[in-house]
Antibody, heavy 118, light 107 residues
Framework: EVQLAQSGAELKKPGESLKISCKGS????????IAWVRQMPGEGLEWMGI????????KYSPSFQGHVTISADKSISTAYLQWRSLKASDTGIYYC???????????WGQGTLVTVSS | ETVMTQSPDTLSVSPGERATLTCRAS??????LAWYQQKPGQAPRLLIY???TRATGIPARFSVSGSGTERTLTISSLQSEDFAVYYC?????????FGQGTKVEIK
């Protein structure tokens, strides 16, 4: 069974750094792109960027380029989303999702709630 | 970027009735359109991809029609488990973009 297991909820202060994770299982992790999607409180879905775990090729949405870093370690089937300096506006739920061969996101993690508050 | 606009924002429907949700794009997307369902407190779930192909386990009451830059998701007979928020997403143009969502609520 394909599963994406995300790390737990985080409570951080503005200016702090953070790295959340997404561990894939039940399939060949290096072979499928992993996307990150943000959902701010009470809002819709925003596509942030994507990584191919086999060679770490990464593409970012212009809205998120320079604000976050996406990485992966195929040896432990895990993708990451990282911030160097959090802002209150980074508060939201972050989902990882596998991109299917048909290019849609067919499996999703359970989401990681990130709260940034002083 | 391609702007996806869904209508209506909220749709009130009685169980057993038909629901019709629309998604319009600011640019062509070919067949590279997906629909997702999201229930409160849950991650989105893929319903339809490639414009009209149902994902694994999705019942036939979900269908998509349309052409050009507009598609319509129809739920033929709403079941209790179908009340949720629905998002369309184009993945033809960079970056992939979602519509703002349509909430289907119980009338």
């Amino acid at each position: 069974e394909v599963q994406l297991a995300q790390s737990g909820a985080e409570l951080k202060k503005p200016g702090e750094s953070l790295k959340i994770s997404c561990k894939g299982s039940g399939y060949s992790f290096p072979s499928y792109w992993i996307a990150w999607v943000r959902q701010m409180p009470g809002e819709g879905l925003e596509w942030m960027g994507i990584i191919h775990p086999d060679d770490s090729e990464t593409k970012y949405s212009p809205s998120f380029q320079g604000h976050v870093t996406i990485s992966a370690d195929k040896s432990i089937s895990t993708a990451y989303l990282q911030w160097r300096s959090l802002k209150a506006s980074d508060t939201g739920i972050y989902y990882c999702a596998r991109r299917s061969p048909a290019l849609a996101s067919d499996y999703w993690g359970q989401g990681t709630l990130v709260t940034v508050s002083s | 970027e391609t702007v996806m606009t869904q209508s209506p924002d909220t749709l009130s429907v009685s169980p057993g009735e038909r629901a019709t949700l629309t998604c319009r794009a600011s640019q062509k997307f070919g067949s590279n359109l997906a629909w997702y369902q999201q229930k409160p407190g849950q991650a989105p779930r893929l319903l339809i991809y490639g414009a009209s192909t149902r994902a694994t386990g999705i019942p036939a009451r979900f269908s998509v029609s349309g052409s050009g830059t507009e598609r319509t998701l129809t739920i033929s007979s709403l079941q209790s488990e179908d009340f949720a928020v629905y998002y369309c997403q184009q993945y033809n143009n960079w970056p992939p973009t979602f519509g703002q969502g349509t909430k289907v609520e119980i009338k």
